[in-house]
C-alpha cells in the first residue's frame, strides 16, 4: 500500500520555543566571538547551517566542519538549558491532528525543519512529540531549505522503500521558505499562519492551503487521504 507522507516543520508551525534556540545562538557566540553579534539573527525559515555560515561570515571567517560542530555542540546545551527554564508551547490542534494521522494506516508523518537533528529532537522531546516522527531532513548539512526539502524526501523514500509515493508527499509550515521548499519537491503546501508570515505572503508564494492554526487540520488534511 502506497503512504501519504507528510513532513512537518517544527518552529511556529507544531510550537513556539520563546527564542529558546536564538538566546542559545546568541550566548554561544558571545562565546566564540567575545561580544555581541553585529548583524541581525534571522531565524524564520532558514537552517542552522545557513545561520551559522552568515553569523561566521560577518566576522570574517569561513564556518568549517569544525567550527561547525563545536557551535552547535555548545548550542545544544544552552538549549537545553533555556527549554527547561522556560518550556516551549505545542501550538493549536498540533497534539490532536498529529494523534489522528498517526492513527491513518497510508499516512507516514517525518520532518521538515532548519534545526540541526539533534536540536529537532531536544525540542520535541520536551513537547512530547518526538515518538511521532520516523524520519525527516535537518539543518545540519544544507545552508537552503530546498536541499533540505529534498533530504526530507530522500529520507522518506528510504524509510518507506517501495510504498513512498512522490505524487502524495504535503509539506506543514508556516513561512514563505517551508511553501517554497515543499514546491521544490513537487508536494501539496499547507501553511499556518502561527509563525508570524500573513495569509497574503504565504499565498502570494503558491501555498495551497492557508489557515490561521492546525486547529482545523483533521478537516483540511483528510481531502488529501482520501
Request: with cysteine; charged share 25%.
Amino acid at each position: 500500500m502506497k503512504k501519504t507522507t507528510i513532513l512537518f516543520d517544527i518552529d511556529g508551525t507544531l510550537l513556539l520555543s520563546q527564542r529558546a534556540g536564538g538566546r542559545a545562538i546568541d550566548t554561544v557566540y558571545e562565546r566564540v566571538f567575545a561580544r555581541p553579534r553585529s548583524i541581525e539573527l534571522r531565524l524564520h525559515g532558514r537552517t542552522d547551517r545557513g545561520i551559522l555560515t552568515e553569523l561566521f561570515a560577518a566576522e570574517g571567517r569561513e564556518l568549517t566542519d569544525a567550527d561547525f560542530d563545536d557551535f552547535v555542540a555548545q548550542y545544544l546545551r544552552e538549549l537545553e538549558q533555556n527549554l527547561q527554564q522556560q518550556p516551549a508551547t505545542v501550538l493549536p490542534g498540533v497534539g490532536e491532528l498529529l494523534g489522528w494521522l498517526q492513527a491513518q494506516p497510508h499516512v507516514e508523518l517525518g520532518l521538515l525543519t532548519g534545526n540541526v537533528q539533534r536540536g529537532a529532537k531536544t525540542k520535541l522531546v520536551h513537547t512530547r512529540l518526538w515518538d511521532f516522527f520516523r524520519f525527516g531532513g535537518y539543518g545540519d548539512r544544507h545552508a537552503h531549505r530546498d536541499d533540505v526539502a529534498r533530504e526530507a524526501a530522500a529520507a522518506a523514500q528510504q524509510h518507506l522503500q517501495d510504498r513512498f509515493c512522490p505524487q502524495s508527499v504535503i509539506v506543514v509550515g508556516d513561512t514563505i521558505h517551508d511553501v517554497t521548499c515543499g514546491r521544490a519537491i513537487a508536494a501539496k503546501t499547507i501553511a499556518v499562519t502561527t509563525g508570524g508570515s500573513t495569509a497574503e505572503e504565504l499565498t502570494a508564494v503558491g501555498a495551497d492551503v492557508v489557515c490561521a492554526d492546525l486547529s482545523q487540520g483533521i478537516s483540511l488534511l483528510r481531502p488529501y487521504l482520501d
